[in-house]
């Protein structure tokens, strides 16, 4: 099993910065791919980005530009820096973790909620 725990959400005007972040811990051995996902209410949950174990990384087009997704030196600790917010980036953002052990398992936090208003 894996545990992930986000930090770092609250309320930014536009045009603001925050930084989330993800740690993994349990059996984290294995994680191919650690992500950040949000949803907005009344919608589906998008991919924000994704950064794998080689440190590939993968955006959403509608952040690229204004996010970075990083690891820390620990490997079990993910990041997202949200640079230029805008009201359409409220939302609760969820960290995400995938191990490929034989099957697939996909692991989630609890969320944090992220608000950009004026």
């Known amino acids: 099993q894996v545990q992930l725990v986000e930090s770092g959400g609250g309320l930014v005007q536009p045009g603001g910065s925050l930084r989330l972040s993800c740690t993994a811990s349990?059996?984290?051995?294995?994680?191919?791919?650690m992500a950040w996902y949000r949803q907005a209410p009344g919608k589906q949950r998008d991919l924000v980005a994704a950064?794998?174990?080689?440190?590939?990384?993968n955006y959403a087009d509608a952040v690229k530009g204004r996010f970075t997704i990083s690891r820390g030196n620990a490997k079990n600790t993910v990041y997202l820096q949200m640079n230029s917010l805008k009201p359409e980036d409220t939302a609760v953002y969820y960290c995400?973790?995938?191990?490929?052990?034989?099957?697939?398992?996909?692991?989630w936090g609890q969320g944090t909620q992220v608000t950009v208003s004026s």
């Open positions: 995400n973790a995938v191990k490929v052990v034989g099957a697939t398992q996909t692991y």
């Open positions: 349990g059996s984290i051995f294995s994680i191919n791919v």
């Open positions: 950064i794998t174990s080689g440190g590939s990384t």
